[in-house]
């Protein structure tokens, strides 16, 4: 054998070896990654692999349920007797029929709709359309319950022929539209002072959506991005708003 051919053949030997060192180490960082990745996925912790917790208890999805399947008949119901009644003025009956009537199947449409596009049962965190959608119908809804409070206030000061007597701002049902208050019976006074909390509710949330923050739902919210927001309502004195 020349000097040239053992040569020749020393260096396709040590080209091979080389190739070979080359594949077993590709193949060995291959392996070494598989496992980072497997051991990675454990210290996720032992959520990996079981359902989303649900925000609700099955007990609370059913009583949801059972009160949303009774949201359409009351309406229905509660409309008709507006549209139904014979009213003495011409403007009661306007805001009754066009006012009251058409929001309240405003509402009942909005609270269906939120209950679809974001269903108490739900485990995962809605994607940014669905929120969007279910905010809309949320403000829909606060916005047409203010006005449907608003109009049968008007049906009644219309009805009774108060509307001479009072500015717009004195129309009302709370306690503070004392000549509105006035009019009504002892008994439906009574009922509407056990509302009053509510009704002071449904004034800040309307007051909300018309001129400070609107209601939204909430989505996925960082830890950073929470403490970005303790932060600011502390500089605000604590505000909510």
């Given at each position: 054998m020349s000097g040239s051919t053992h040569e020749a053949n020393l260096r396709t030997i040590r080209n091979r070896s080389v190739s070979s060192l080359a594949l077993r180490a590709g193949a060995e960082c291959h392996r070494r990654y598989i496992l980072a990745i497997k051991a990675s996925r454990g210290q996720r912790g032992?959520?990996?692999?079981?359902?989303?917790?649900?925000?609700?208890?099955?007990?609370?999805?059913?009583?949801?349920?059972?009160?949303l399947q009774t949201v359409g008949s009351k309406t229905d119901r509660l409309m008709m007797k507006f549209v139904a009644h014979r009213f003495a003025e011409a403007k009661a009956c306007e805001y009754a029929r066009q006012g009251f009537a058409r929001r309240i199947q405003t509402v009942r449409r909005c609270i269906e709709n939120v209950?679809?596009?974001?269903?108490?049962?739900?485990?995962?965190?809605?994607?940014?359309?669905?929120?969007?959608?279910?905010?809309?119908?949320?403000?829909?809804?606060?916005?047409?319950?203010?006005?449907?409070?608003?109009n049968l206030a008007w049906v009644w000061v219309y009805e009774r022929g108060l509307s001479k007597h009072l500015k717009p701002r004195q129309v009302g049902l709370r306690k503070h539209n004392?000549?509105?208050?006035?009019?009504?019976?002892?008994?439906?006074?009574?009922?509407?002072?056990?509302?009053?909390?509510?009704?002071?509710?449904?004034?800040?949330?309307?007051?909300?959506?018309?001129?400070?923050?609107?209601?939204y739902p909430a989505g996925q919210c960082s830890v950073q991005g929470c403490r970005c927001v303790q932060r600011a309502r502390a500089a605000h004195g604590g505000s909510s708003q």
């Amino acid at each position: 054998m020349s000097g040239s051919t053992h040569e020749a053949n020393l260096r396709t030997i040590r080209n091979r070896s080389v190739s070979s060192l080359a594949l077993r180490a590709g193949a060995e960082c291959h392996r070494r990654y598989i496992l980072a990745i497997k051991a990675s996925r454990g210290q996720r912790g032992s959520s990996v692999g079981k359902r989303p917790k649900r925000a609700f208890t099955e007990e609370h999805i059913a009583a949801v349920r059972t009160k949303l399947q009774t949201v359409g008949s009351k309406t229905d119901r509660l409309m008709m007797k507006f549209v139904a009644h014979r009213f003495a003025e011409a403007k009661a009956c306007e805001y009754a029929r066009q006012g009251f009537a058409r929001r309240i199947q405003t509402v009942r449409r909005c609270i269906e709709n939120v209950f679809k596009i974001v269903p108490p049962n739900a485990a995962r965190v809605p994607s940014k359309q669905r929120l969007h959608d279910a905010q809309i119908n949320i403000q829909a809804a606060i916005a047409n319950i203010y006005g449907c409070v608003d109009n049968l206030a008007w049906v009644w000061v219309y009805e009774r022929g108060l509307s001479k007597h009072l500015k717009p701002r004195q129309v009302g049902l709370r306690k503070h539209n004392v000549q509105v208050r006035a009019s009504l019976s002892e008994d439906f006074r009574a009922y509407l002072d056990t509302l009053e909390k509510w009704f002071e509710y449904l004034a800040d949330f309307r007051h909300a959506v018309a001129h400070r923050i609107p209601l939204y739902p909430a989505g996925q919210c960082s830890v950073q991005g929470c403490r970005c927001v303790q932060r600011a309502r502390a500089a605000h004195g604590g505000s909510s708003q």
